[in-house]
């Protein structure tokens, strides 16, 4: 499988990348006027982020001892180290650090050094997961044909914000042979069950006609980051840097601790069905629009920024899966001819089912069979439907007259569908995501659980 880029070195991209905020508001509400928003709305991402390549900043400017400031399995982390994780973090998420943001943008990436040490050393366990340095120069050519320039430009520009090569590189390295490591190593267990795949779309399925609202989120985890408060004051910082411009995607990538920080497009939630959340976070989706940016919202363990992409109300529709076996007959046909056709029917009926429909058509001279798929009952032939709609699963009807001829027609599946609506491939490779971004945090909190963490 493809790199997947979690962290610095896919997220670094996005700062010369035009508009990963703007990707995500300008569809929507470009051409049109904002709505006002309500009172828990903190307003919209600053729609011009990113409108065209960024130009380099001078380095931010801030102090740190060059001592040891943790260890890590007697793996140390200097005031070097944290400065530059800060930088990367600070060029990555486009965030600009101020006096009262620098304190958690200094604690994420002491986190994320922690964290990063913790995998380089669980690499090291695996002799064959050896990452080359040709392996670094790919990414970083990758990264910079996303930019638009040379990767010999794209270094330069790290360089002007003044994150040193060799860290940037060393970042990437660890960042490759983890996500190497983590689907190598569970993806048998990743994947879902067929009895989980069936749950999930019966679930989709019967929530398909509820409201449903199109959802970007940054979670900030209370025990990472110190506790409540300090997760609610990083969380009102946040929300004013991507008010400012700070493209909301990368801001979810560096800081936020939901599953979805790693997902394709980080931060995105997806469609989430009216009812299945917390209700401090229901009343929030009632009440923003498409393109408002939620204030904090606090919640058992931490506080969330909720970004509006989208709602849509529910529009269930009746999808039916339908075999049939028929004798053609014009519809000028005689009586004579349409009481034979219906006698060799009826008598091939007893014993019809879904499974054998169509051998047993291949087998009788005069009888055509065909699997029609699954079809929006409403879309069906007008004789059909009655039947489509009613007819338990698996049984066979008594002979159906249409234009065509005389159709016997078996009902093989039926489900409510929606707008946009998974399959079940789709769903599959949702829940293995899913299962593999759980089982991610577990493999690194566990690992993190048996380190020896000191603080100096």
Not at 32 to 45: H, K, L, N, V, Y
Not at 202 to 215: S, V
Not at 296 to 308: A, S
Not at 351 to 377: F, H, K, M, P, Y
Request: aromatic content about 4%; some cysteine.
């Amino acid at each position: 499988m493809g790199l997947m880029r979690y962290s610095t070195g896919a997220a670094l991209a996005a700062v010369l990348l035009a508009g990963s905020a703007q990707g995500q508001t300008q569809g929507q509400t470009q051409g049109r006027t904002a709505p006002a928003p309500q009172a828990p709305a903190a307003g919209a991402p600053n729609p011009a982020a990113g409108d065209g390549p960024a130009a380099a900043r001078p380095a931010p400017q801030f102090e740190l001892a060059d001592g040891i400031v943790a260890t890590v399995n007697d793996k140390i982390i200097t005031g070097f180290d944290l400065r530059q994780q800060m930088l990367m973090l600070i060029a990555s998420s486009q965030v600009q650090p101020t006096e009262q943001n620098l304190p958690a943008i200094q604690q994420a990436a002491l986190n994320r050094l922690i964290e990063e040490r913790l995998k380089a050393q669980e690499i090291t366990k695996f002799e064959t997961l050896k990452i080359t340095d040709q392996e670094i120069d790919e990414e970083i050519a990758q990264m910079a044909r996303q930019a638009g320039v040379t990767p010999a430009a794209y270094m330069e520009f790290l360089q002007q914000g003044g994150i040193q090569p060799n860290a940037f590189r060393e970042s990437l390295r660890t960042e490759i042979g983890w996500s190497q490591l983590v689907p190598g190593r569970f993806n048998s267990r990743a994947r879902p069950s067929t009895l989980q795949v069936d749950q999930e779309v019966r679930r989709l399925n019967e929530a398909a006609a509820q409201p449903q609202y199109l959802i970007g989120e940054i979670y900030i985890e209370a025990a990472r980051v110190g506790g409540q408060d300090a997760a609610m004051n990083g969380a009102r910082q946040l929300v004013q840097q991507i008010i400012q411009g700070a493209p909301f995607q990368a801001v979810a990538q560096q800081f936020s601790a939901a599953p979805s920080a790693s997902a394709r497009v980080p931060g995105d939630a997806g469609w989430v069905v009216k009812g299945t959340v917390q209700p401090a976070l229901q009343t929030i989706f009632d009440q923003l629009q498409p393109g408002q940016l939620s204030n904090p919202v606090p919640v058992d363990g931490g506080v969330y920024i909720i970004y509006m992409r989208d709602k849509r109300d529910g529009a269930a529709t009746s999808l039916v899966s339908l075999k049939q076996m028929m004798v053609e007959l014009p519809e000028a046909a005689s009586e004579a001819d349409l009481a034979a056709a219906t006698r060799t029917l009826e008598g091939l009926r007893q014993g019809l089912n879904c499974d054998n429909i169509l051998s047993q058509s291949r087998a009788t001279q005069g009888v055509i069979g065909a699997d029609l798929g699954e079809s929006d009952v409403a879309d069906l032939a007008p004789q059909f439907q009655q039947f489509a709609r009613t007819g338990e699963i698996g049984s066979v009807s008594t002979p159906i007259r249409t234009p065509l001829g005389l159709h016997l027609v078996a009902v093989c599946g039926r489900r409510v569908g929606g707008p946009e609506a998974p399959n079940r491939q789709q769903v599959e490779g949702r829940l293995r995501a899913q299962n593999l971004a759980v089982l991610e945090r577990r493999y690194l909190r566990d690992l993190r659980n048996d380190a020896l963490i000191e603080f100096k």
